[in-house]
C-alpha cells in the first residue's frame, strides 16, 4: 500500500497540469482554460498550490503541496487506490486523477484534460492509426478507473 501511495503521489512533483506551452498562443490558452480550473480545486479542495511552469524546465514545486496531495490519495481505501494509481499513470496527473475520484470530472472531461497537447496536435496536423489506437487505450482506461471508482462509491452509500 505504501509503495503504491508513493508511486501515485510522487506525480505532484512533475504534474502535466503543471508544465504550459509557451507558443502558440491557441494552445497556451486552450492548456489554461482546461488545466487552471483543476489547479485552483486542488488548491481549494487539498490546499495544494502547485508551481506552473512555462516551457519544458523543470520546476521543483512546494513540498507542502506535494504533502497534502500525497495525504489525499492516501486517505483513499486500498480498492480506490487501485483505481486512482492507473488514473495517475494513465492520465499523467494526480490532480486529474483525484478530481475523478472525487467526482469533479467525467471520464470523458478528465480524457479530454489529460489528452489537450495530443487533441490539439490533431485537430491542426490530423490524425494517424498508431495515435487513434494510443487514444482509444487511454479512454477505455480512464473510463475504467472511473466506473470502478463509481461503483466504490455506491457500494460504500449502501453499507
Known amino acids: 500500500r505504501e509503495e503504491i501511495v508513493a ?3 510522487k506525480y505532484a512533483g512533475s504534474d502535466l497540469l503543471c508544465y504550459r506551452a509557451t507558443t502558440p498562443a491557441s494552445l497556451v490558452k486552450l492548456q489554461h482554460d482546461a488545466w487552471q480550473p483543476l489547479l485552483d480545486w486542488a488548491e481549494e479542495k ?4 502547485l508551481t506552473v511552469a ?4 523543470f520546476v521543483d514545486q512546494p513540498k507542502e503541496a506535494i504533502g497534502r496531495l500525497r495525504d489525499a490519495v ?3 481505501t486500498d480498492l480506490a487506490l487501485s483505481a486512482l494509481y492507473n488514473l495517475t499513470h494513465t492520465a499523467g496527473s494526480v490532480v486529474i486523477a483525484l478530481a475523478v475520484a ?9 480524457f479530454t484534460a489529460a489528452q ?5 496536435q490533431v485537430d491542426r496536423w490530423g490524425d494517424d492509426p498508431l495515435a487513434v489506437k494510443h487514444r482509444d487505450g487511454v479512454v477505455k482506461d480512464i473510463d475504467a478507473g ?4 463509481a461503483l466504490l462509491a455506491r457500494a460504500r452509500l449502501r453499507d
Do not use: K, M, N
Request: charged share 25%; glycine share 10%.
Open 7 to 9: 508511486d501515485t503521489a
Open 46 to 49: 487539498y490546499g495544494a498550490r
Open 54 to 57: 512555462s516551457g519544458i524546465a
Open 74 to 76: 492516501a486517505a483513499h
Open 102 to 110: 472525487e467526482g469533479r470530472l467525467t471520464s470523458e472531461a478528465a
Open 116 to 120: 489537450v497537447d495530443e487533441l490539439y
Open 146 to 149: 472511473a466506473r470502478f471508482l
